[in-house]
């Protein structure tokens, strides 16, 4: 378990935003060569990866949520929805 003491100790040592580290990390895929990129994410890193879907600027083509939630309408990125739902 963490103590307070170490939760102060990470959140001071921690320079940069989770937002702004996310899209420098994806900044520096691209910079490598990759393209289109697809994003997993699970809970609370499903919620970075609805978030970072909706940023038109990053190459972000295919997004995979399990127990995500935010809000917004994510079908209009490409104009297009799909559901995975079982009928």
Request: charged letters at 25%; proline letters at 3%.
């Amino acid at each position: 378990m963490c103590s307070t003491a170490d939760h102060r100790r990470v959140s001071a040592s921690r320079k940069e935003s989770a937002y702004r580290y996310l899209i420098r990390m994806i900044g520096e895929l691209e910079s490598q060569g990759v393209g289109d990129l697809a994003l997993l994410g699970f809970s609370m890193g499903g919620h970075w990866a609805y978030w970072l879907s909706r940023r038109p600027e990053l190459p972000i083509s295919k997004t995979v949520t399990f127990y995500a939630a935010r809000d917004g309408d994510y079908s209009t990125k490409l104009g297009l929805s799909r559901s995975l739902r079982p009928d």
